[in-house]
C-alpha cells in the first residue's frame, strides 16, 4: 500500500527491516522541510509569526498523539524515543517511588531499554527484578503475567509486542489484573504503536512508551505517554531551559508544571512535527488497515518460507509482522549479506534482546519485518533467493 | 590463488574449523573477541611454553569468514615462536587493510588477501588476530 509516496523504493530494494527503522514517506519530509524553510523558530519564547506558527504544531502534536492512542485523560512527554523513554519511567518516576524488595516483572523477551535501566536502578536502590516466563512458542501469556506476580510486585514492564518473535501481548487484560491488584502497568510500545490500534485508556496504561522513527517519522522523537496523576510525581532527568518556572541564585527553583518540565533544553522541533504528520498519515490509513495487511503478508511469508526445506522458523503463530528464522547451518549474518546481495534489506543479531537466548537456545536470528508498503511480490522475491541459498558461500565469500 | 579455492578452503575451514572448543586449563590465556558493528562473538585461549605458542583453541558464534579465519589463523600459529607468530599477525593485519605484506609468511592466510573488497567484512577476518594479539602482549607484559 501506498508504495508511491515512499522515493526510497524507487531505488529497487526490498526493505524488510522495519522492526529497527521504518522508511519515511515524502509527506513527513516535507512537513519538516517546511519548518526550516518558512517557519524556522524555536518554542514557548518567540512573539513573531513564524514562531506561534512552529509552537503550535509542536503543543498541539501532543493532542494528536493522545487522539492516536486513545489518551485523552493522560499527558505526553517528547522524548529522544523509546529508550529515553523507559529511562524516564524507570529513573524519573520508579527512583523515587519504589524501595529496596520491591519486585518489577519483566519477561525475557524485552528489548535491551525494558530490562538494562531496570538492571542499573536495582543496582542503585535494590528492588528485584522478576522475569514472567514464555511459553513453548517464547511468547508471553496473560497466564505467565498472572502467575509470576507476588504481593511484593509493584510494577509490570513489559513490550506489547515482542520484537524478536512478536508476539502480541494481552495488554488489555494485563491492564485490568494490574489495576485490581494496584500494579503500575508500563508499557512498550515500540512494535505496537506503530502496527496496530493501541488504546492507552482502554487497557489502563499508566506509562506507553514509543519511537517516531518507527512508525514512519523521522529520527530522534518519541514519546512517553503518563496518566495525568503519575506526571506531578514525576522528576526530570534533564535540568535547564524550557523546564524551569523560576531559579534565584539562593538556590530556590521551581520548576514547569506539565510535560515541557520534562523537555529541557531545545527539544526537536522538527521530528517533533515530522512525528505529527507520520501520525496523520498512519490515521489516514487506519491502524487496522495496516495491521491487518501486515498478518495478511505474514501469514503468506510463513506458508511460502514452511515450503523450503532448511529452514527454521521461530514464531510462526504471533499475530504481528515480525518473523524470526535461520538458513540450517547458517549463521544469521551470512544469510542477511546473502541477502543484501539481491537488495533484500533483512537484521540479523540477538535484536538487542539478549536474554532471550536462553530460551531460544540460540542467540542469533534473521528477522523479518514487514511495514504496509511490503508487498507479496517482495516476498516471492524473498523466497526464490533462499531457495537458492545452498549457494550462499558461493555469493557471499 | 584460484578465487574457487580460496572460497573452498574458506568454507572448509568454516564447515569444519581446528580446534574448536574451549578448555579448562590455566596455562591458556583467554580473550574474548567481538565486533561492534557485527554480532560475532569468540573466545580464543592460547597456551604459550618456553616462548612457543603450544596449543590455540576458541569457541563462539561467528560468521564463515570470521570462523574460517581462526581456524586458519591457528594453524598458522601453532608451533611458532612469538616472535614468529607476532610477524605474521602483523603481515595479515597489514594484508587486510591494504598496507604492505609479506606474502609468504602467510601461507593459507592469503585466501583474505581481497577481503578489503568487502570494507564491512574486513573486521571479520581480523576477529582472531586482534585477540590473539591481545593475549600475545598480556604474556609479554607478564
Given at each position: ?8 523504493l524507487n531505488n ?9 527503522t ?6 513527513v ?5 517546511k ?13 513573531y509569526?513564524q ?5 503550535e504544531?509542536y503543543?498541539?502534536t ?7 492512542v486513545?489518551a ?6 517528547f522524548?529522544k524515543g ?6 524516564l519511567v ?5 527512583k ?11 519477561s525475557k523477551?524485552?528489548h535491551?531499554?525494558?530490562?538494562l ?12 527484578i522478576k522475569y514472567?516466563p514464555?511459553?513453548?512458542?517464547y511468547e508471553?501469556?496473560?497466564?505467565s503475567i498472572?502467575?509470576a ?13 515482542s520484537?524478536v ?11 485490568a489484573?494490574c ?9 512498550d510500545?515500540?512494535?505496537s504503536v506503530p502496527h496496530?490500534?493501541v488504546?492507552?485508556?482502554?487497557d489502563?496504561m ?6 517516531g522513527?518507527?512508525?514512519a517519522?523521522p529520527t530522534g522523537?518519541g ?16 535540568y535547564?531551559?524550557?523546564m524551569?518556572q523560576?531559579f534565584?541564585?539562593d538556590g ?5 508544571k506539565?510535560?515541557s518540565r520534562?523537555?529541557g533544553?531545545t527539544?526537536?522541533?522538527?521530528e517533533?512535527?515530522?512525528l505529527r504528520?507520520?501520525?496523520?498519515y498512519l490515521s489516514?490509513m487506519?491502524?487496522d ?6 498478518l ?5 511469508l510463513v506458508?511460502?518460507l514452511?515450503?523450503i526445506?532448511?529452514?527454521?522458523l521461530?514464531?510462526?503463530?504471533s499475530?504481528?509482522?515480525?518473523l524470526s528464522f535461520n ?8 544469510t542477511s549479506i546473502?541477502?543484501?546481495h539481491?537488495?533484500?534489506c ?14 531460544l537456545?540460540?542467540?542469533n ?10 508487498t507479496?511480490?517482495?516476498i ?5 533467493v533462499?531457495?537458492?541459498?545452498y549457494n550462499?558461500?558461493k555469493?557471499?565469500? | ?5 580460496k572460497?573452498?578452503?574458506?568454507i572448509?575451514n568454516?564447515q569444519?574449523?581446528?580446534?574448536k572448543g574451549?578448555v579448562?586449563?590455566?596455562a591458556?590465556?583467554?580473550?574474548n573477541?567481538n565486533?561492534?558493528s557485527?554480532?560475532d ?10 616462548g612457543?605458542i ?5 569457541d ?5 569468514i570470521?570462523?574460517?579465519?581462526t581456524?586458519?589463523?591457528i594453524k598458522?600459529?601453532l ?26 609468511l ?8 581481497t577481503?578489503?573488497?568487502?570494507p ?6 581480523l ?9 600475545l602482549e598480556?604474556?609479554?607484559k607478564a
Amino acid at each position: 500500500m501506498n508504495r508511491e509516496d515512499f522515493p526510497i523504493l524507487n531505488n529497487d530494494i526490498i526493505y524488510f527491516d522495519n522492526g529497527a527503522t521504518t522508511l519515511k514517506p515524502k509527506s513527513v519530509i516535507e512537513a519538516m522541510n517546511k519548518y526550516y524553510f518558512e517557519h524556522t523558530s524555536n518554542i514557548h519564547r518567540g512573539d513573531y509569526k513564524q514562531a506561534i506558527v512552529t509552537n503550535e504544531l509542536y503543543d498541539g502534536t501532543r493532542e494528536v498523539v493522545k487522539e492516536f492512542v486513545n489518551a485523552q485523560g493522560a499527558e505526553v512527554i517528547f522524548t529522544k524515543g523509546t529508550t529515553e523513554s523507559l529511562n524516564l519511567v524507570v529513573f524519573g518516576y520508579m527512583k523515587k517511588h519504589l524501595k529496596r524488595g520491591d519486585e518489577v516483572l519483566l519477561s525475557k523477551a524485552e528489548h535491551a531499554s525494558n530490562i538494562l535501566p531496570w538492571i542499573k536502578l536495582s543496582e542503585e536502590i535494590g528492588i528485584n527484578i522478576k522475569y514472567a516466563p514464555l511459553n513453548k512458542d517464547y511468547e508471553l501469556t496473560y497466564e505467565s503475567i498472572e502467575k509470576a506476580i507476588t504481593p511484593k510486585t509493584r510494577v509490570v514492564s513489559i513490550a506489547q509486542v515482542s520484537n524478536v518473535v512478536g508476539d502480541v501481548r494481552d495488554i488489555e487484560k494485563i491492564g485490568a489484573l494490574c489495576k485490581k491488584k494496584n500494579i503500575l502497568l508500563s508499557v512498550d510500545g515500540a512494535q505496537s504503536v506503530p502496527h496496530m490500534p493501541v488504546d492507552f485508556t482502554k487497557d489502563n496504561m499508566d506509562f506507553l512508551a514509543f519511537s517516531g522513527h518507527k512508525m514512519a517519522g523521522p529520527t530522534g522523537v518519541g514519546c512517553l505517554v503518563v496518566k495525568k496523576a503519575l506526571i506531578d510525581k514525576m522528576e526530570p532527568l534533564i535540568y535547564g531551559g524550557g523546564m524551569n518556572q523560576d531559579f534565584a541564585s539562593d538556590g530556590s527553583y521551581e520548576l514547569k508544571k506539565g510535560p515541557s518540565r520534562f523537555e529541557g533544553g531545545t527539544p526537536p522541533i522538527a521530528e517533533v512535527i515530522g512525528l505529527r504528520e507520520a501520525i496523520n498519515y498512519l490515521s489516514a490509513m487506519g491502524m487496522d488497515t495496516i495491521h491487518k495487511h501486515e498478518l495478511a503478508l505474514k501469514k503468506y511469508l510463513v506458508d511460502e518460507l514452511s515450503k523450503i526445506e532448511n529452514i527454521k522458523l521461530y514464531n510462526t503463530k504471533s499475530k504481528s509482522g515480525i518473523l524470526s528464522f535461520n538458513i540450517n547451518d547458517v549463521f544469521a549474518q551470512d544469510t542477511s549479506i546473502y541477502l543484501n546481495h539481491y537488495n533484500i534489506c533483512v537484521r540479523a543479531g540477538n535484536h538487542c534482546a539478549k536474554v532471550l537466548k536462553d530460551e531460544l537456545n540460540i542467540k542469533n536470528t534473521v528477522r523479518i519485518s514487514l511495514y504496509f508498503y511490503n508487498t507479496k511480490e517482495e516476498i516471492d522475491k524473498l523466497i526464490e533467493v533462499l531457495r537458492q541459498s545452498y549457494n550462499i558461500f558461493k555469493v557471499v565469500i | 590463488m584460484d578465487e574457487e579455492l580460496k572460497r573452498e578452503i574458506i568454507i572448509d575451514n568454516y564447515q569444519h574449523p581446528v580446534h574448536k572448543g574451549l578448555v579448562d586449563d590455566e596455562a591458556y590465556i583467554k580473550e574474548n573477541t567481538n565486533n561492534e558493528s557485527c554480532i560475532d562473538n569468540i573466545d580464543i585461549m592460547v597456551k604459550v611454553e618456553n616462548g612457543v605458542i603450544e596449543d590455540i583453541v576458541f569457541d563462539g558464534e561467528a560468521c564463515a569468514i570470521s570462523t574460517s579465519a581462526t581456524s586458519i589463523m591457528i594453524k598458522s600459529l601453532l608451533n611458532k615462536k612469538v616472535e614468529e607468530a607476532k610477524k605474521i599477525l602483523l603481515n595479515y593485519e597489514n594484508m587486510i587493510n591494504e598496507g604492505d605484506y609479506d606474502k609468504k609468511l602467510l601461507g593459507e592466510l592469503n585466501v583474505y588477501d581481497t577481503i578489503y573488497k568487502q570494507p564491512n567484512r574486513k573486521m571479520c577476518a581480523l576477529l582472531p588476530h586482534n585477540a590473539i594479539k591481545k593475549i600475545l602482549e598480556e604474556i609479554e607484559k607478564a
